[in-house]
């Protein structure tokens, strides 16, 4: 008699019995879901599985389209995998590496060899043509509509390692190699094979839309849009975030650090301090240079800088970074005065309400756009104002009996969310700005075909500093990242081009340090409830890092402001 198991499915709130052993796909089919666009990856047990994945025991299971974030990651793997795949068969010596998230997109480093018979055919690459990226693109279609399947291989992790070392794949290797897991999960396509830290999908003929472009001396990989799946997502160009992501780059190279498993060798061989100490000297020197220009914009005869403004999204290190840049203008002989744009909230009556009715603190115009434009302006003529308080236990404005006047080598150093918005400082003379953009742009790739979302960084920063300093724990934090992602691709995002310099608060041993924090608070968020899957996709991925102690990283870092002993108050 054929055993079965018990399946709750939470689309339709239906109870089934299947047989054991049953696919995903097979019982979304006998579950008897409608849904307005195909499922591509389901939750069990609020862990995400492909559709690959097989209970064997009573599940509770809900499934998931591309409008998910776990949908768009599973389509996104396995769109990754078919570029690979294309471009090995087209150039069997070429190098692809999934690299930097930008434009809504991804930038593809292909590197191409000029002498396909050369003894070492990288060792010399010709720059990417557009009939290469025509080639790509029609080979990447073809496998597409080819509908091929997608298989998922459970292997022990030493005959998965021979397996790459034989085809080269040595990224993959060192990563592999510092996991410790006794068996590996890969992938293949006909006979290509890779390795992916996600689920993916069941055959390539569920890939129905992607662009792939020329982009600089790369491509740029293009997705589906998720609040319009039927479109690719708008294509914007972000030359000064892809600058500074190249820069970063150009650090690693030296460094000779691009991915996970390099990370994890540094730290085994007991490297790690060295590398602390250059990361923490290269930011450092970053904001010196940054400085350096405020200064001699500020004595230059056609533009006198009197203010600066620092705006970046969630635990980008907003606070640190103005902290550390006013001390490096007062080595140039400036003296900063920092004004927090939180004290020019309206009362609370006036605030705009979102879509539910609550409060939306984060909108422009929860701001007294007026007073702050009133003031600046007479600031800068050098008039003495009042500075006003806002009280957040009455939701207030207030005088605050502060009042200040600008010497002649002041400068208002100003941070917030809003701060690169032109509609903020609409009645200023933009003379008198500079404009600074700080995020965690994570450089560091898992392996070649693997990137590390930058947006991972700043969610693990936030669930450490909420615990810690707001008495949030991480199924809280977690719940409302959403809800601040929203919020940041409306008032932060479209405005990160205006800056005159960007500035990338995240470290090369990073995710080395705040894995020890980060963990055990995962660790408590209950299977039961729905963000235990993002709680588990993080424990996962930290799985793959070597932990470094946090004694070792000195009291001025920007990480201090999540992690404690910051020798700065906040």
Request: glycine letters at 6%.
């Amino acid at each position: 008699m054929e055993q079965t198991i018990q399946i709750r499915c939470k689309n339709n709130g239906k109870t089934l019995e299947v047989p054991m052993g049953s696919t995903m796909e097979e019982i979304y089919q006998l579950a008897g879901v409608q849904m307005e666009l195909p499922p591509i990856v389901c939750r069990v047990n609020n862990k995400v599985e492909g559709l690959h994945f097989r209970p064997y025991k009573p599940k509770d299971v809900e499934f998931c389209d591309i409008t998910s974030s776990s949908g768009l990651r599973v389509y996104t793997r396995s769109l990754f995998m078919v570029l690979c795949m294309a471009a090995h068969e087209l150039w069997p010596k070429c190098r692809v590496s999934i690299d930097i998230p930008v434009s809504n997109g991804y930038f593809v480093d292909l590197r191409l060899p000029a002498d396909e018979e050369a003894e070492n055919p990288l060792a010399q690459c010709r720059p990417v043509a557009m009939e290469d990226v025509s080639r790509l693109r029609r080979r990447m279609k073809e496998i597409i509509d080819s509908q091929l399947p997608i298989h998922r291989h459970d292997a022990t992790t030493e005959e998965t390692l021979k397996l790459f070392e034989s085809i080269g794949s040595m990224s993959k290797v060192k990563l592999l190699k510092s996991q410790g897991s006794l068996y590996t999960t890969y992938y293949s396509i006909d006979n290509y094979i890779d390795y992916y830290y996600g689920s993916m999908l069941t055959n390539t003929g569920q890939i129905y839309l992607f662009g792939l472009e020329k982009f600089h001396d790369g491509l740029l990989l293009r997705l589906p849009s998720r609040e319009d799946p039927e479109e690719l997502g708008e294509l914007v160009m972000q030359d000064k975030m892809f600058g500074i992501f190249k820069e970063h780059h150009r650090w690693q190279d030296i460094l000779r650090l691009r991915t996970i498993g390099d990370l994890n060798e540094v730290i085994d061989l007991g490297y790690a301090p060295q590398l602390i100490q250059i990361s923490e000297a290269l930011q450092e020197k970053k904001i010196s240079q940054i400085a350096d220009d405020i200064a001699r914009r500020c004595g230059g005869r056609d533009s006198r800088i009197r203010m600066v403004l620092i705006a970046g999204p969630s635990s980008s290190g907003k606070t640190t970074t103005c902290k550390r840049l006013s001390v490096q203008l007062g080595v140039n002989g400036i003296r900063p005065i920092n004004i927090s744009l939180d004290d020019y909230f309206v009362d609370r009556e006036k605030t705009p309400r979102d879509a539910s009715g609550d409060y939306d603190y984060e909108h422009l115009h929860a701001l007294n756009l007026e007073l702050f434009n009133e003031q600046l302006n007479a600031l800068f003529r050098g008039e003495e104002v009042e500075l006003p308080h806002y009280d957040f236990a009455t939701g207030k404005s207030k005088p605050s009996g502060k009042k200040l006047r600008l010497g002649p080598n002041d400068i208002l150093v100003v941070e917030g969310i809003h701060a690169l918005n032109p509609e903020l400082t609409a009645q200023i003379p933009q003379e008198c700005i500079y404009r600074v953009y700080a995020s965690a742009l994570t450089t560091l790739l898992l392996d070649s075909h693997n990137y590390i979302p930058t947006t991972d960084n700043r969610l693990l920063r936030r669930i450490i500093r909420d615990h810690k300093y707001r008495a949030v724990n991480a199924v809280e934090t977690i719940r409302r990242w959403p809800s601040v992602r929203k919020g940041e691709n409306r008032w932060i995002f479209p405005y990160q081009e205006n800056a005159d310099q960007m500035f990338n608060t995240a470290m090369l041993f990073e995710l080395a340090v705040i894995k020890r924090q980060a963990e055990p608070l995962l660790e408590q968020v209950p299977e039961n409830c729905p963000e235990y899957a993002e709680a588990y996709r993080l424990l996962k991925f930290l799985h793959y890092i070597r932990p470094i102690p946090e004694d070792q990283i000195p009291p001025t870092s920007l990480l201090r402001e999540f992690l404690g002993g910051s020798s700065f108050k906040y």
